[in-house]
């Protein structure tokens, strides 16, 4: 008997002689396993460093077309005959991680080798795998934005769902559901739904390890420069306290010259500016104890639209501002408002060239303090967020790339993240969580 159900199934062969040292059904399914997971392997040895991870499409789908190649050149046999492959695990996977920029070109890459391999069911499977194509890409963006637990779940139901049809067309080719159509679906339908949760998992590990690592990185560099500029500001400032002291006595004095006191005060002034600068840089340092306050970010929030509102307006800019937050926390509030208006600066000089509107919320969820500010600026790729809070990053002529980083530190300081959310020509989304 001859039939050609294949979607994933080559052939079907009844003869003694083809079972013949055949492998057993385990072994074959640990080599195909391993197919799926070579390239998981690759990723992690040789690409992991390069940025994020969602962004190498081409080389995850290079990566991808291994086992997809492999699996199909060695397929599994089931005793009763049946033949079929793990393809769709690897195609469905990076067609939920990649949309259709991944699964197209792995489209065509199966079904290509689909045809030169040739025989029965080619047209089946080019009818499933094109089921696939259409279907299951278009939940990319809704799956990238899950929690990693509900990725793996929802990368389960799809696998689920799409083996399902597989076994609903497969009817077609029994006449009656009969003892070993039971046996291919208990086969498939595991297999794939197991196969795709574990390569999930390994991504959502790789990157978590990934992610872990850069956060380690982060903190760590903070703490240097933590470190360094409380000792540093402290050492400069005492010395320059004293200077100001006595440039201010000689200011009272009569027996200097009104000329030369012009001089004097252009020393004081900078003194003041060098006090300035080193109070930002305290911003870097541990919290001062005389500046913790426990507060609902009103008050910080009104001193920072003051200080901004003309700043924002030179450069055409409005300003929207929202409040409702009624939790309270202790933070540093020089250090605190430092930082909001170093966001707000950002925010502003994306804008600078068209003008626009940053809008800034303060709100409560979950007992965590939300401050939220967004820009209609130039916007960032992804590969240049990945860059921000690195010392000395900076894309302006007259940046210093310190803002990011003091911003990091100080909502680093009181236990809060900072998420980034930003399309190129579009605009920025600070959004910053602080527990309480
Ligand atoms: P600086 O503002 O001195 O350049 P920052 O550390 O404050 O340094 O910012 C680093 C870089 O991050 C900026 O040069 C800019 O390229 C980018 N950046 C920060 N915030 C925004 C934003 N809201 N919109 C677009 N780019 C931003
Ligand atoms: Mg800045």
Not at 223 to 240: F, G, Q
Not at 313 to 342: A, E, G, P
Request: net charge positive; charged share 20%; proline share 3%.
């Amino acid at each position: 008997m001859v039939l050609l159900a294949d979607a994933m199934l080559l052939d079907w062969k009844n003869d003694s002689n083809y079972t013949k040292g055949r492998p057993v059904l385990t072994e074959t399914l640990l080599i195909n396993f391993l197919f799926i997971l070579f390239p998981v392997l690759i990723y992690l040895i040789f690409f992991e460093n390069r940025i994020t991870l969602y962004l190498n499409n081409t080389i995850i789908v290079l990566l991808a077309s291994f086992p997809l190649i492999l699996t199909m050149t060695f397929p599994i046999r089931l005793d009763l005959g049946f033949i079929y492959d793990l393809r769709y695990i690897p195609f469905i996977v990076a067609s939920l991680f990649l949309g259709f920029k991944g699964a197209i070109p792995l489209y065509l890459v199966l079904n290509v080798y689909r045809f030169i391999i040739g025989g029965e069911g080619v047209y089946q499977s080019f009818f499933f795998s094109t089921v696939i194509l259409l279907f299951i890409p278009l939940w990319k963006k809704k799956f990238i934005k899950l929690k990693t637990r509900n990725r793996v779940l929802w990368a389960g139901l799809f696998s689920f769902l799409t083996m399902l049809f597989y076994l609903v067309t497969l009817t077609s080719f029994f006449p009656v559901l009969n003892k070993e159509y039971w046996i291919i679906a208990a086969n498939v339908l595991p297999i794939h739904v197991i196969g795709v949760m574990i390569i999930v998992i390994l991504i959502e590990k790789i990157r978590a390890n990934y992610q872990n690592r850069e956060r380690y990185l982060q903190s760590e560099r903070l703490n240097v420069i933590s470190e360094l500029s409380a000792s540093v500001s402290h050492e400069i400032r005492n010395p320059l306290t004293a200077a100001n002291g006595f440039l201010q006595l000689l200011m009272e004095s009569s027996k200097i010259h009104q000329e030369e006191k012009k001089y004097l005060a252009i020393s004081l002034q900078e003194i003041k500016r060098a006090e300035k600068i080193i109070s930002d840089f305290l911003s870097f340092a541990k919290p001062q104890a005389e500046n913790m306050v426990y507060s609902n970010f009103k008050k910080e929030i009104e001193y920072v639209n003051n200080i901004m509102i003309p700043y924002a307006h030179l450069h055409l800019v409005d300003l929207k501002f929202s409040f409702s937050n009624t939790l309270l926390m202790r933070f540093d509030q020089n250090q605190m408002q430092q930082c909001l208006i170093n966001l707000y600066k950002n925010g502003i000089e994306a804008m600078k060239e068209t003008g626009g509107i940053l809008s800034i919320d303060v709100y409560e969820n979950n007992g965590s303090i939300l401050i939220s500010i967004t820009d209609t600026g130039i916007g960032m790729t992804t590969e240049e967020c990945s860059l921000l809070g690195q010392p000395y990053y900076s894309t302006k002529k007259e940046g210093t790339g310190l803002g990011m980083v003091m911003i990091y530190s100080v909502i680093d300081k009181v236990g809060g993240t900072i998420k980034v959310k930003s399309e190129k020509d579009a605009g920025t989304t600070f959004l910053i969580t602080l527990p309480v």
